[in-house]
């Protein structure tokens, strides 16, 4: 009789430990599927953000035909700067997109670095366009 309860016990204890996987399935599949969702969230996110500064890069460009030379020169150095930048981020939106769904959080942090690198360059841009419209009003 002892030894039954002993069998029955271990019985219970083995059909616990067996259906314990089969509850963490769903969970993990469902902690799978949001970290799948925030990557395309975040893809097409940064997709849309590379896509705006290529539009206020292009209107920088068509400003800078309107500058002085020496304005214009610096400005060109200021958009070669974002140009780079901007394909650096561009390189790194790629590697995100192909990259596994552990993998992404950390490419993620170099986009993030790499459009703020834009971000600074683009400032400095417009900042040497607003000292240019100074100068011609003085």
Known sequence: MRYGKI???CLGLT????AAPEKA????AAQEKTATQDKESYLQKANQELQDWTAKIK?????SE??????RH???QHLKAIDDKLAVARKK???LRHSSENAWMNLRDGLDKALGDVTH????AVSTLDKDKKKEKS
Do not use: C, F, I, W
Not at 15 to 18: D, E, F, K, R
Not at 25 to 28: Q, R
Not at 59 to 63: M, S
């Open 7 to 9: 069998l029955m016990l």
């Open 15 to 18: 059909s616990l430990a067996l």
């Open 25 to 28: 399935a769903p969970a993990k």
């Open 59 to 63: 209107a920088l460009e068509e400003r």
């Open 66 to 71: 309107k500058s002085g030379v020496n304005t």
């Open 74 to 76: 610096e400005l060109d």
């Open 93 to 95: 939106l790629e590697e």
């Open 121 to 124: 360059h683009y400032q400095k």
